[in-house]
């Protein structure tokens, strides 16, 4: 695991890009995320509430039913999302939450109520000691190595066109459309 330097130990923060279609999470400072895992997830029974990752979606199901936690790129099922974030800290990442900073990506028109509730969720049940909520545009922008650009994401259920100027979203300049692709590019 690499990493930075968080209060004096050396730890690798947890990075989380939830998306309309898949979960991408792993170590920062690393080359590829750990966990590149559907966001869909199958309803199952008592004894298991969700079926989650590639191998689940794989397998047909009596009385079971294909969900999501988001809806317009935002947190929607709050149960999914935990259920979701759960699986990945224990099958895929394999650390304890607790021990691991965490920065997580949101859409530029996230609702700051859903904010709100996220930082609650990831300090109060995940117990993580340091969290970070980052607009994907900004991200996107940053990774092509400018502070200001015009930022094109064609995701699996929309795509936007988001300003960004100087690491700040412009809300009044966003757009978005319905869209079937996926990839991501800063001019």
């Excluded at 099922?77 to 021990?99: G, I, R």
């Amino acid at each position: 695991m690499s990493g930075g330097v968080y209060g004096g130990d050396e730890v690798g923060a947890v990075c989380f890009d939830i998306g309309s279609h898949t979960v991408r999470a792993g170590f920062a400072g690393e080359d590829a995320p750990k966990a590149n895992i559907p966001t869909h997830m199958l309803t199952g029974d008592e004894s298991t509430k969700y079926h989650i990752g590639t191998n689940a979606l794989s397998f047909p199901r009596d009385k079971s039913e294909v969900v999501m936690p988001l809806k317009d790129g935002m947190i929607d099922n709050w149960e999914q999302c935990e259920a979701m974030l759960d699986y990945v800290y224990t099958k895929c990442l394999s650390v304890d939450s607790a021990e691991h900073p965490v920065m997580m990506s949101e859409v530029a028109w996230n609702r700051p109520a859903i904010r709100h509730k996220t930082c609650e969720m990831m300090f109060e049940k995940y117990n993580v000691p340091a969290f970070y909520l980052c607009k994907n545009a900004v991200l996107a922008a940053f990774a092509s190595g400018r502070s200001t650009a015009l930022v094109l994401d064609t995701g699996s259920v929309q795509t936007t066109a988001i300003p960004v100027h100087d690491g700040y979203v412009l809300q009044h300049g966003q757009c978005y459309t319905k869209t079937s692709f996926y990839s991501s590019f800063a001019l």
